[in-house]
Antibody, heavy 121, light 109 residues
Framework: QLQLQESGPGLVKPSETLSLTCTVSGGSISSSSYYWGWIRQPPGKGLEWIGSIYYSGSTYYNPSLKSRVTISVDTSKNQFSLKLSSVTAADTAVYYC?????????????WGQGTLVTVSS | EIVMTQSPATLSVSPGERATLSCRASQSVSSNLAWYQQKPGQAPRLLIYGASTRATGIPARFSGSGSGTEFTLTISSLQSEDFAVYYCQQYNNWPPTYTFGQGTKLEIK
């Protein structure tokens, strides 16, 4: 059964870079059938897609965050990572990683359990 | 950018009754629509994809319908475990983007 697990610092200072890693187990990140994505959820609010990556390294990002986001993949470790630069309090959120298919119709499944990142000095 | 609007924001229904949740897209998304259930402290759980296909392990009381800009999630007979927040999500082919609705909270009446 495929599982995803987010990891990284739970506290980041304003103006610094948020860095998270998602480790995939029970399956290969190098599957040609899937992308791997990041989604976030501010406390008490809705969901926002951040960006996605293919095992080859091809990426696409939410236009509203594109200037600050970098997503990368390490197939040897079965991991993909998120970097979000110049963070502010508005970036405080639970960050999820999830898989989504490459088909015409796309959805996120499964999801990691999520990790809360707080931006504060 | 395609905007997804869910209604109502909160829906109060008694156990055993039917719940109908709506999701509207600001422009056509064909059948590129998914529904998720989220309980407090948990990650979202996929319920429906392709507007009407139930995900693996999802009970038959959950059904999705619609295409284009109007979509509906119906829960035929509410169980206690169904009270949660529900989100719709669309995928747009070009530029490739995903957007979620703001959620509908389904609460016990």
């Amino acid at each position: 059964q495929l599982q995803l697990q987010e990891s990284g610092p739970g506290l980041v200072k304003p103006s610094e870079t948020l860095s998270l890693t998602c480790t995939v187990s029970g399956g290969s990140i190098s599957s040609s059938s899937y992308y791997w994505g990041w989604i976030r959820q501010p406390p008490g609010k809705g969901l926002e897609w951040i960006g996605s990556i293919y095992y080859s390294g091809s990426t696409y990002y939410n236009p509203s965050l594109k200037s600050r986001v970098t997503i990368s993949v390490d197939t040897s470790k079965n991991q993909f990572s998120l970097k979000l630069s110049s963070v502010t309090a508005a970036d405080t959120a639970v960050y999820y990683c999830a898989r989504h298919p490459t088909t015409v119709t796309r959805w996120f499944d499964p999801w990691g359990q999520g990790t809360l990142v707080t931006v504060s000095s | 950018e395609i905007v997804m609007t869910q209604s109502p924001a909160t829906l109060s229904v008694s156990p055993g009754e039917r719940a109908t949740l709506s999701c509207r897209a600001s422009q056509s998304v064909s059948s590129n629509l998914a529904w998720y259930q989220q309980k407090p402290g948990q990650a979202p759980r996929l319920l429906i994809y392709g507007a009407s296909t139930r995900a693996t392990g999802i009970p038959a009381r959950f059904s999705g319908s619609g295409s284009g800009t109007e979509f509906t999630l119906t829960i035929s007979s509410l169980q206690s475990e169904d009270f949660a927040v529900y989100y719709c999500q669309q995928y747009n082919n070009w530029p490739p983007t995903y957007t979620f609705g703001q959620g509908t909270k389904l609460e016990i009446k």
